[in-house]
């Protein structure tokens, strides 16, 4: 038995992404996105997918460019962002959002890799997060065709004090689809600064997890106290090259003077 999960390209490493399949996507506006592996998706046809990811990138890049041709169904998100297609499809009823808080989100992708079925939070207490009726769904009419449903709330005692806590159920998905700027043959990943953002948590729920890397090497040239994501929750690697396109989505530093 090996353990090399390298494949030769982007197009063999999502080959068996059918239709209808949850999918947990590592970046963080534009950064950290697996665009090769999302421009390989695009081009294999797959539809109506359950995609979860902070946002769902711009009209023209990251899962913007799926959203724009219609080949999802479901977005898992915090944060809309300046999408305006995504904006459009959710108005008009073609798109379902589950609208989550952002730490919450976060740790519903930790503790679905880590097999924890539910935890308790804070976050959304008081707020239809837990009293239910956000709009999932909106109809052609511009009703609410799906809400969101009321979560269970339970005190608990924390540092001396009753609080109020809301349970929120983990995520688990079929795929993962992250970044990373080096790997290993054996699916030992790092990634670059603020691009780990959610890539780890999301390659921790996928059920497999499909990796891009900017540069592979071999087992052992990453030091184990380097390693940002084990391989155990890799499945496969394809090496994208140091060249691959890297947008900004607003630039926010100053001018030279």
Known sequence: ??????VPDAATAV?????????????????????????????????????????CGVDDWGLGVLLAAGRIRKM??????????FERQYLSGELELELTPQGTLAE????????????????????????????QRYAA????????????????????ELRDFVLEEAITTDFALVHAQRGDRHGNLVFDKSARNFSPLAAMAGRICIAEVEELVEPGEIDADAVHLPGIFVDRVVEVGADVEKRIERRTVREEH
Do not use: H
């Not at 539910?118 to 956000?134: I, K, W």
């Open 141 to 160: 009419d511009g009703g609410i065709a799906v809400a969101s449903a009321p979560k269970p709330v339970q005190r608990f005692e924390v540092r001396g």
């Open 76 to 85: 898992t998100s915090s944060y809309v962002g300046e999408n305006k297609e």
């Open 15 to 55: 080959a068996d992404i059918p239709d209808g399949a949850s999918l947990a996507v590592g970046g963080f506006g534009l950064c950290g996105i697996p665009m090769v592996l999302i421009d390989a998706l695009l081009a294999r046809g797959s539809r109506e997918l359950a995609v979860v990811s902070n946002n």
């Open 108 to 135: 519903k992708l930790r503790a679905g890799g880590a097999g924890i079925a539910a935890f308790f939070t804070q976050t959304g207490v008081g707020t239809q997060v837990a009293e239910g009726g956000l709009p």
């Open 1 to 6: 038995m090996t353990l090399d999960k390298t």
